[in-house]
């Protein structure tokens, strides 16, 4: 197999270690063999490509809990009604490598994404990150899956690929709906338990599904191994889905006290999403978001500091997500600036790395830098632990690798 060293790298290997400097990293085929916190890299057999990184830091490749990679147009509400599934599924592709270019080396799409897009990145036929898929989410008649606007008398609508919930009430329409989805080969199963801001006729702080219902969507994707993640926005409708047995909470902006310690209890996750409401409110009405939602969104955008505060006094298990739409998708790592007015650098990376991996139940597999991992790695210029947005700027990633597969290469 061929071996590649990093070497002279300021190693922030995410495992919550200190960093490293002048460390080296031996990388086999897919896989991490070595790392050498000394730097001292000892004889190897066969052709070795050396990559110097002095001056910049070596850490795991990034992962997004929360994208929708095809959300390809900033306006989702109305996306189905201007095209059709193929211009979706090839701007999708388009979406994906974004993701990859700007170091996210694994993502999970919370709906809209089925195994196809999977499997073509998996596959090679694009570039891309590492993509973990939730098909359709499943909404109550009326809540955040349902795209129908207020004056549409119509049945939903199921037709289209991307950003199209599957509509289901009753404990028995769940069960179908997340079996369905089951059969499609999904990684984990998306529900909305509360209103949402890009929905047409609900609100934000209302709850939706009940605890039943919710409870029978955990009981079917755990029948096979797998888990369910929940749109919630509301102190209300997180702790609802928390009682059923949710085990990723996904934005959870409005939550207070009691939210936060049932997720800490429950040992769930809670995703933040805050980049998305920034973005949204700056740009979304030249993209054609209407006033109501973007009133919706600035709920959203003012609590979501409030939120993330009382989830981290609570001590829950953060992950880092998203959920931006179109080429808003750019600003994805803004992300990370937001959440460090609540958290300490190393932990806002750790949240993009290890905690989601532990979420993603791929701990064994990514995250960290650590011999038998995938070879997953970026090298970044500078320190982020002292600037995080050195992120948002893609000169600064100077190597991108997925899988021993180097993607992007500025390193002598």
């Not at 994707?221 to 949710?246: F, I, P, T």
Request: charged fraction near 25%; charge should be neutral.
């Amino acid at each position: 197999m061929s071996l590649t060293v990093f070497t002279g790298a300021l190693l922030i290997d995410c495992t919550g270690a200190d960093p490293v400097e002048g460390a080296a990293v031996v990388v086999e085929g897919d896989h991490i063999k070595d790392v050498l916190p000394n730097g001292r890299v000892g004889p190897l057999p066969g052709p070795v490509t050396t990559l110097d990184c002095q001056g910049a830091a070596l850490m795991p490749g990034l992962t997004d809990a929360h994208v929708h990679i095809c959300a390809v147009t900033e306006n989702i509400t109305d996306q189905h009604r201007f095209y059709p599934p193929s211009y979706i599924a090839a701007r999708a592709m388009r979406r994906a490598e974004e993701c990859l270019r700007q170091g996210f080396t694994t993502v999970r799409d919370a709906g809209g994404a089925d195994y196809g897009f999977r499997q073509v990145l998996e596959e090679g036929h694009f570039p891309g990150p590492r993509l973990l898929v939730s098909g359709s989410y499943i909404s109550q008649t009326g809540g955040h899956g349902d795209k129908r606007r207020r004056a549409e008398w119509v049945e939903p609508i199921g037709c289209c690929l991307g950003m199209i919930g599957s509509i289901a009430d009753g404990e028995a329409e769940v069960r179908k709906a997340v079996r369905e989805q089951l059969r499609r080969d999904v990684d984990q199963v998306k529900i909305m338990a509360s209103g949402g801001a890009m929905s047409p006729s609900d609100e934000l702080d209302t709850t939706q599904f009940t605890v039943a219902e919710m409870r029978a969507a955990v009981e079917e994707a755990q029948a096979v191994g797998k888990y369910v993640l929940s749109h919630a926005y509301s102190d209300a409708a997180v702790r609802r889905a928390v009682e059923a047995g949710v085990r990723s909470i996904e934005h959870g902006n409005l939550i207070r006290e009691a939210a936060a310690r049932a997720i800490k209890d429950a040992g769930a996750f809670l995703v933040p999403t805050m980049v998305t409401y920034e973005a949204i409110y700056r740009e979304g009405k030249r993209y054609g978001i209407g006033d109501h939602q973007i009133q919706k969104i600035d709920l959203a955008r003012q609590q979501s500091v409030q939120g993330l505060t009382h989830a981290y006094r609570a001590c829950c298990q953060i992950g880092s997500g998203s959920d931006l739409l179109g080429d808003m998708m750019v600003q994805r790592a803004v992300e990370f600036e937001l959440k460090a007015q609540v958290m300490k650098p190393m932990e806002v990376l750790l949240s993009a790395t290890k905690v989601n991996a532990a979420l993603f139940r791929m701990s064994d597999k990514i995250g960290t830098v650590e011999p038998g991992k995938y070879a997953d790695l970026i090298v970044i210029a500078g320190n982020p632990l002292k600037n995080l947005r050195v992120f948002q700027v893609q000169d600064n990633l100077k190597l991108i690798m997925k899988g021993g597969r180097i993607f992007k290469r500025a390193l002598s």
